[in-house]
T-cell receptor, first 115, second 114 residues
Framework: SAVISQKPSRDICQRGTSLTIQCQVD?????MFWYRQQPGQSLTLIAT?????????ESGFVIDKFPISRPNLTFSTLTVSNMSPEDSSIYLC????????????FGPGTRLTVL | AQSVAQPEDQVNVAEGNPLTVKCTYS??????LFWYVQYPNRGLQFLLK??????LVKGSYGFEAEFNKSQTSFHLKKPSALVSDSALYFC????????????FGRGTSLIVHP
């Protein structure tokens, strides 16, 4: 399994500002993902973070709103830009070892509230 | 396309009684199936998975799940519920011949009463 940390664990932000969330894994992983979990709802995949290249975004999510970086095999960031109250969610980082056990391992999440 | 359904938003059970959390799926090929648990203010934790082999899969914390291909189901079970099992449970499916991205169900809130 992987040990995953996220920073910050929670934040309260003002409308129009941006927040960058960090995800750190204790070992090199093949795949890194960012999910959004809105209150009372399931997980929605935002994007796959690709090392050294642009992230692969799911339908409904764009790079200008959710820029993602992945400079190496153990670290990624997600920025929520120009925030509005609708962005209030839990943001989860997850990882998977390609060719490994197939399940994903999740970070503890970042609880974001936008006022 | 792949999809997963958790037909119950909430399941209530008394401590000591058996519990079942339901999950059905749809994939074009043979599925990879997963159960995760989310405790309040925490990320998801992996419980168990079915990839191939024995239809009854045992996982963490005494949970097990049975893969039923004819009914396209993967229900999560535990013989004797604990109050500490109260949490949100997510079923997920992947089609290994398709997207590497799993599809998650909407989650089922399990409440175990003392």
């Amino acid at each position: 399994s992987a040990v995953i940390s996220q920073k910050p664990s929670r934040d309260i932000c003002q409308r129009g500002t941006s927040l960058t969330i960090q995800c750190q894994v204790d070992s090199q992983v093949t795949m890194m993902f960012w999910y959004r979990q809105q209150p009372g709802q399931s997980l929605t995949l935002i994007a796959t973070a690709n090392q050294g290249s642009e992230a692969t975004y799911e339908s409904g999510f764009v790079i200008d709103k959710f820029p993602i970086s992945r400079p190496n095999l153990t670290f990624s960031t997600l920025t929520v830009s120009n925030m509005s109250p609708e962005d209030s969610s839990i943001y989860l980082c997850s990882v998977e070892y390609r060719g490994g056990p197939n399940e994903q391992f999740f970070g503890p999440g970042t609880r974001l509230t936008v006022l | 396309a792949q999809s997963v359904a958790q037909p119950e938003d909430q399941v209530n059970v008394a401590e000591g009684n058996p519990l079942t959390v339901k999950c059905t799926y749809s994939v074009s090929g043979n599925p990879y199936l997963f159960w995760y648990v989310q405790y309040p203010n925490r990320g998801l934790q992996f419980l168990l998975k079915y990839i191939t082999g024995d239809n009854l899969v045992k996982g963490s914390y005494g949970f097990e799940a049975e893969f039923n291909k004819s009914q396209t189901s993967f229900h999560l079970k535990k013989p004797s519920a604990l109050v500490s099992d109260s949490a949100l449970y997510f079923c997920a499916v992947r089609d290994p011949g398709g997207s590497y991205i799993p599809t998650f169900g909407r989650g089922t809130s399990l409440i175990v009463h003392p």
